[in-house]
């Protein structure tokens, strides 16, 4: 891990890819973004952008496309609404979304091709510039009692200093969904900053890998493994060089499991079997469950 110690040590952007055409869902997503549509009343997207205000980031960027203004209007203030509802009890209904407006900012860019996951955070470029920055995939919503997701890569990120993928076992049949790792233990990773006693108790060591191999989407047969890359990523800039001579991969797309494999080989990507749950809200059997999931949850 030598010649990361001069990174900055605090990830103070956070990534959101949200152009993709969500075509799982048409024909809700024909003139809605995907990222905007609600779990209970809140928008995917904004459960994504509280994740980020957890871990400690108040700078969200986020790449749109064709079709995703309504993005840009939920964060952001809208003066008739806000006149129509005052002093009503109705007002309550926006605390949350006007705290994350207060604390945060946005900025935006558009990718003008849907090129894949890839091509989107290269073209995060502009807004991210030369400094590790955390990722986050709305449609995979994440949920944890204690301490959320990113907060927790983060904490490790403090610690290790290079990327970090946050992965999942899944059932060896969905392999060909997901960007799947080959592993093993960490011992060769030198530690930057030591964690605290009380971050330190929560993780185990059959929670961090080294990853030595990616695959994109691998059939079931040619799996590395059941580790399946989920939408929480911490990336150290050089990405953005690789993605840049990354060729298009599995689907003709720009894969950033392509571009991640290139810094594997530097042993310089950690796997993280993060504590908490997660639904692949791009599908409609995990929108479901999230929506089941977040409303027993408010009924408590
Ligand atoms: P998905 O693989 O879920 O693709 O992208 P999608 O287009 O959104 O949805 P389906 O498969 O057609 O239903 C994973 C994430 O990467 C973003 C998406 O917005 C989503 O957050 N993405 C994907 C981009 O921003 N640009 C792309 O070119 C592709």
Redo the contacts with the bound molecule.
Sequence with gaps: MKGFLQLQTTIRKCL???????????PA?KAI???MLPVLTKPLLQYGVEEAIEAGINTMAI???RGKRAIEDHFDISYELEHQIKNTTKESFLTEIRKVITNCTFSYTR?I?????G???L?GETLIGEEPFAVI????LCDNADEGVLAQMVKLYDRYRCSIVAVEEVPLEETNKYGVVAVKKMDDFGEVDNLTQSNASALSEEMLFQVTNMVEKPDPKDAPSNLAII?RYILTPDIFAILKETKPGKGG??QITDALLEQAKQGKVIAYKFRGKRFDC??VDGFVAATNYFYKKSEK
Excluded: C, N, W
């Excluded at 959101?16 to 048409?26: E, H, Q």
């Excluded at 091709?113 to 996951?117: I, S, T």
């Design positions: 959101f890819p949200a152009a993709g055409y969500g075509t799982r869902f048409l997503t973004p995907k990222e790449v749109t496309g990718q091709e849907m090129k894949g996951l091509h989107a955070i073209t995939l709305a449609d995979d939408g797309e720009i791009g599908s």
